[in-house]
């Protein structure tokens, strides 16, 4: 393309880059992919694409964090051209065109023109710039959470992203048309379609078969909180602390609405504001720690309550008793996972740790309000950790985070056992139930039975998945037994263990 002859151009060029993921400080990013597309303005149409790997300098720099994010190993860019093979190209697409794509401004834009100087040329210029990440923030609202590209597109059911730089662009530009649909609708009738705006909690597509939608990798750990108010669910003080993100997708989220700062309507509170949720959960905490000084719970006199799990019921005997650890005999391996990616495993003298903990006291039991970016309510709940527990696990973060961080990692290891003495007096620990979807259904990853007053235990049955039913259930201040496995996640430069519970056995209320 001949800069000279730029000004002339109106078409945008929607791209997007893949990078490495620097270890350390200062390190700096390598393009790994570029993608790109013109688009006609006045229709939306595709005029022109192009995409392709890039080798960067040093192959060493393609680090396992980054191969987990797009998939992009070393071996895949081995034979690509390396970013000057392609520059003509990527300057010919971009100079003199108007640039868009999602939070181009702070990273891809910087990268562009790093790249161009790194090879001693000229980088291209824009004839202007849409980031859609601050202009959805600004038009639409933070409707569909924290605004990443994989939200938007799952709140319009256009399935999951890639993270390839073509796929992320035609992503990009159909959530702009969605987007601008909804708010041309909203502006047609705003007294129907903005007083009460109720929105779907998941995609309208189906997804695959026998998905579940909380592995270890890709399930809840991507969006900020959202506003507390009283159309968006509130968020468990216990999961901040857990330093958890959440994909709040609002049931019913109202469009934003600017007020004017002299009018009488009363001043709406600051939606991030989380004083009063704090001090609410810190007096429950405090009422439930006072009960059960009070009344201690009592111990069966003639069987111990994990070996009556057990032997009732078979197919557990890989999981072991809290003093059947040996701390030192805790160890990891590396195992293959999807889409060629791997997992750090967890071992107990060579074999898979899982753990059976007798009498766990619930601390916080499931909120119904939480879903994950599937649309399906997040099941997870807290309960108080034991010192051997705690131990045990602070033993296996030790090793997995070692061996995560030998082997390349830079991402944030978070402790599974979560220590809060501001809120409650015990450690805690987060269970999580996996959801199996399958189609429009879903049901739930865990068995769970219920022992009653002499010692039977049964399995509960569920016609249908309930989340109101299963969170009576596992409310606060119950007790169970616990059958889980410990899994590791890395999740978008976050990573740490999770329990991922198999079977629950609930005890009768005292």
Same mark, same amino acid.
């Given at each position: ?29 390598? #393009? ?129 992203? &890639? ?89 019913? &989220? ?9 009018? &009488?309507? /009363? ?17 429950? !905490?405090? @009422? ?17 309550? !994990? ?26 391996? #590396? ?16 074999? !898979? ?12 039991? #499931?909120?119904? @309000? ?14 108080? !950790?034991? /010192? ?9 973060? =030790? ?42 259904? =879903?049901?739930?990853?865990?068995? #769970?039975?219920? @022992? ?50 198999? @079977? ?7």
């Amino acid at each position: 393309m001949n800069p000279t002859t730029s000004g002339d151009r109106s078409e945008i060029c929607f791209f997007d880059l893949e990078t490495t993921i620097p270890r350390r400080r200062g390190q700096g990013f390598s #393009i790994l992919e570029f993608g790109a597309i013109l688009v006609c303005p006045k229709r939306l149409v595709e005029l022109k694409s192009f995409a392709s790997l890039v080798r960067p300098d040093e192959l060493s720099s393609i680090s396992l964090d980054s191969v987990r994010f797009n998939g992009i190993t070393r071996d895949a860019v081995a034979e690509a051209p390396s970013f000057s093979d392609i520059a003509e190209e990527v300057y010919g697409f971009l100079h003199g065109s108007v640039w868009a794509g999602h939070n181009i401004v702070k990273f891809d834009c910087v990268r562009i023109r790093e790249a161009f100087e790194k090879i001693g040329r000229p980088a291209p210029e824009p004839k202007g710039i849409i980031d859609s990440l601050a202009l959805l923030t600004k038009k639409f609202g933070r409707r569909a959470g924290d605004m990443k590209m994989e939200t938007l597109a799952n709140y319009f059911g256009l399935g999951k992203q &890639t993270h390839r730089s073509l796929d992320d662009v035609r992503m990009n530009l159909e959530v702009l048309k969605y987007c601008a649909t909804v708010l041309f609708l909203e502006s047609s009738l705003p007294d129907i379609f903005t007083a009460d705006c109720a929105v779907s909690p998941g995609p309208t597509t189906s997804t695959s078969s026998k998905l579940y939608s909380e592995s270890p990798i890709l399930d809840m750990y991507t969006l900020s909180p959202s506003s507390p108010s009283k159309s968006v669910p509130c968020i468990s003080l216990m999961d901040l602390e857990n330093g958890e993100d959440h994909p709040i997708v609002s049931l019913q &989220t109202c469009h934003t609405v600017e007020v004017n700062s002299d009018a &009488t309507t /009363p001043a709406q509170s600051d939606p991030f504001d989380m004083t009063q949720l704090k001090n609410e959960i810190k007096t429950e !905490a405090l @009422k439930l720690d006072a009960i059960a000084k009070e009344k201690p719970e009592p111990q069966s006199p003639d069987i111990s309550p !994990a070996r009556a799990t057990v032997e009732g019921c078979s197919g557990y005997a890989g999981f072991l008793e809290l003093d059947e650890v040996s701390t030192t005999s805790i160890s990891v391996s #590396i195992t293959s996972h999807c889409r060629g990616t791997h997992r750090i495993k967890l071992l107990h003298r060579n074999v !898979a740790l899982q753990l059976c903990c007798p009498r766990l006291r619930v601390r916080f039991g #499931i909120n119904p @309000k939480f879903v994950n970016q599937a649309g399906w309510p997040r099941l997870s709940f807290l309960v108080d !950790a034991t /010192p051997i527990f705690c131990e045990i696990l602070d033993s296996c973060d =030790a090793v997995a985070k070692k061996f995560s961080e030998d082997h390349g990692s830079s991402s944030e290891w978070r402790h599974v056992v979560i220590r809060n003495y501001s809120y409650v007096n015990n450690p805690t620990v987060r269970l999580h139930i996996p959801t199996i979807v399958n189609g429009d259904t =879903a049901q739930y990853g865990t068995e #769970i039975h219920r @022992k009653d007053q002499s010692g039977n235990v049964q399995q509960y049955i569920f016609d249908k998945f309930d989340v109101t039913k299963l969170s009576n259930l596992l409310r606060t201040g119950i007790s169970l037994d616990a059958f889980f496995s410990l899994d590791t996640y890395y999740y978008q430069q976050s990573a740490g263990i999770r329990l991922v519970a198999k @079977k629950l056995v609930i005890h009768p209320s005292q």
